[in-house]
T-cell receptor, first 112, second 114 residues
Framework: GNSVTQMEGPVTLSEEAFLTINCTYT??????LFWYVQYPGEGLQLLLK???ADDKGSNKGFEATYRKETTSFHLEKGSVQVSDSAVYFC???????????WGAGTKLIIKP | DGGITQSPKYLFRKEGQNVTLSCEQN?????MYWYRQDPGQGLRLIYY???????QKGDIAEGYSVSREKKESFPLTVTSAQKNPTAFYLC?????????????FGDGTRLSIL
């Protein structure tokens, strides 16, 4: 079945550092891929998405490219801020199934 | 503003008690979902509904029940049969069940045992 694997956290960085959070997936067909962010005590917000191979999703300085050859959708940001501290979830929706498949989440801590 | 409203934000349950979590959306979305989130884990699907008066079990439906009598409302009841109910519960909605539309989330309800 479909699955999503994220790098374990927490990831701790200093402000202005470069961020990569790895996400790889297993799926048949052509899934859609998503990154969601959860700030403390809140629900999840869609950060970005990509619906086909080589698509790049971007929002608020974050980017992720849908790489079918490596089945990856890594999240990157060139210069992180303290306000980026949150839990980031990678998710997949198969092309024949309504259901979102979630990674375990990666907690990001940015120190000033 | 359109969105999803979950209430209450915090809820406490006594032994043997059923409790109901509210979820209301004004996005005119057809599909609604309930997830459970435990510390350090991803989201697990409890129930989902694609249309009014219809709903389906997710991966961990035991000990929970739902109803979908109105398009905008999808309440979740945590029954006494759910032996480990302490968790963060998230409600979500999407335009439809198919396609690549994202899910929109409420701010969650944190349920604890007294």
């Amino acid at each position: 079945g479909n699955s999503v694997t994220q790098m374990e956290g927490p990831v701790t960085l200093s402000e202005e550092a470069f961020l990569t959070i790895n996400c790889t997936y297993t799926a048949t067909g052509y899934p859609s891929l998503f990154w969601y962010v959860q700030y403390p005590g809140e629900g999840l917000q869609l950060l970005l998405k990509a619906t086909k191979a080589d698509d790049k999703g971007s929002n608020k300085g974050f980017e992720a490219t849908y790489r079918k050859e490596t089945t990856s959708f890594h999240l990157e940001k060139g210069s992180v801020q303290v306000s980026d501290s949150a839990v980031y979830f990678c998710a997949l929706r198969g092309d024949s199934n309504y259901q979102l498949i979630w990674g375990a989440g990666t907690k990001l801590i940015i120190k000033p | 503003d359109g969105g999803i409203t979950q209430s209450p934000k915090y809820l406490f349950r006594k032994e043997g008690q059923n409790v109901t979590l509210s979820c209301e959306q004004n996005l005119n979305h057809d599909a609604m979902y309930w997830y459970r989130q435990d510390p350090g884990q991803g989201l697990r699907l409890i129930y989902y509904s694609q249309i009014v008066n219809d709903f389906q079990k997710g991966d961990i439906a035991e000990g929970y029940s739902v109803s979908r009598e109105k398009k905008e409302s999808f309440p979740l009841t945590v029954t006494s049969a759910q032996k480990n109910p302490t968790a963060f519960y998230l409600c979500a909605s999407s335009i439809s069940r198919t396609g690549n539309q994202p899910q929109h989330f409420g701010d969650g309800t944190r349920l604890s045992i007294l």
